[in-house]
């Protein structure tokens, strides 16, 4: 073979090399708008389609926003919700990052399934098996949100995000914010605060920490997208989003710097 065979043999490797790493690039962008979007749009889905179904049939939409979003099993948008927690969950599953984000994210995606399968019971109780159903929706509904929060968390120090700040300190917000809610929701549960109220304090914690999981993916989705130029069309929009971010992080950057004491 020629040196210019060889030549021409070298840079096909690379241009299909290339174009591997552009492809694997898109795919993982794609995976994590694909959690993002469902993350933001699924907790205002539901309430949403049970007041338009309200609407149409002519109810009194009392159903509108359930105890907790686990609840919407049992109104109008069942099925909204457990296609959404499927996709969440296939979504998880086949994301790639890296082996112990791999696993974490299977772990979180069988988490989601099982959140999906395995309904709470409905609000007069339930049967003996509905009851046994339930205490297994609630094992992986915790689960799910304490995947949800270390999935944040340790993408916060993963390659490739740890060195920009804009996406990392969104991911550490956001998974400490899940914790956070997490424990509002456990208190307002074991003192009963809210409980007569149209939107429960369980619905609104369980709301916020998916909308934080949500935005932290959508955004790192925008970040890789303006990487890979895969947006030529929205690329203002992604510039704004990202310039938000940034903003974001300088002011929470500029906060923890202020609250140091001085040496």
Not at 64 to 69: I, Q
Not at 99 to 128: I, W
Not at 236 to 248: D, F, I
């Amino acid at each position: 073979m020629s040196a210019t065979d060889g030549s021409a043999a070298e840079n096909l490797r690379r241009r299909l090399a290339a174009s591997k790493k552009d492809q694997d690039a898109r795919t993982v962008m794609r995976l994590r708008l694909g959690v993002g979007i469902i993350g933001v749009l699924l907790p205002l889905a539901l309430p949403a389609g049970n007041w338009i179904a309200a609407r149409l049939t002519g109810a009194d939409g009392g159903d509108a926003w359930p105890g907790s979003m686990s609840g919407s099993y049992h109104t109008s948008t069942r099925d909204l919700f457990v296609g959404g927690l499927c996709a969440l969950g296939i979504f998880l599953i086949v994301y790639r990052f890296n082996r112990f984000h791999d696993v974490l994210g299977t772990v979180a995606g069988l988490c989601a399934l099982g959140v999906a399968l395995f309904p709470t019971a409905p609000g007069s109780g339930g049967d003996a098996g509905q009851l046994t159903v339930s205490v297994l929706h609630q094992v992986f509904a915790v689960a799910l949100l304490t995947a949800m929060a270390a999935f944040c968390l340790f993408m916060h120090g993963a390659p490739g995000i740890k060195e920009r700040s804009y996406v990392r300190r969104p991911y550490l917000v956001a998974g400490v914010l899940i914790l956070v809610f997490m424990a509002l929701a456990a208190v307002a549960a074991a003192t009963g605060v809210g409980e007569g109220w149209t939107i429960t304090p369980l619905y609104l914690c369980e709301w916020l920490s998916v909308w934080s999981f949500g935005f932290a993916w959508t955004g790192a989705a925008l970040s890789l997208a303006a990487d890979i130029d895969r947006l030529p069309r929205t690329r203002a929009a992604v510039g704004a989003v990202l310039g938000w971010l940034r903003t974001l992080g300088g002011l929470l950057g500029r906060g923890r710097t202020r609250s140091r004491p001085a040496v």
